[in-house]
């Protein structure tokens, strides 16, 4: 049970992912964003989408 539950948590790095960065562009709304972050008290990345 313990090797099943190792297995189940590991990270795999090696699996290949095709993705085109310029096709996936990061929109967002930024004061619903802070208002969020704000909210999470998320104080780090709140002064990053300053």
Sequence with gaps: ???LSRDLARIRCDVPIAV???????CYDRDVVHRKF???EFGGL????A
Aim: net charge negative; with cysteine; charged share 30%.
């Design 1 to 3: 049970m313990l090797h």
């Design 20 to 26: 085109e960065l310029d096709i996936c562009p990061w």
């Design 38 to 40: 704000e909210e999470l």
């Design 46 to 49: 709140t002064k990053l989408f």
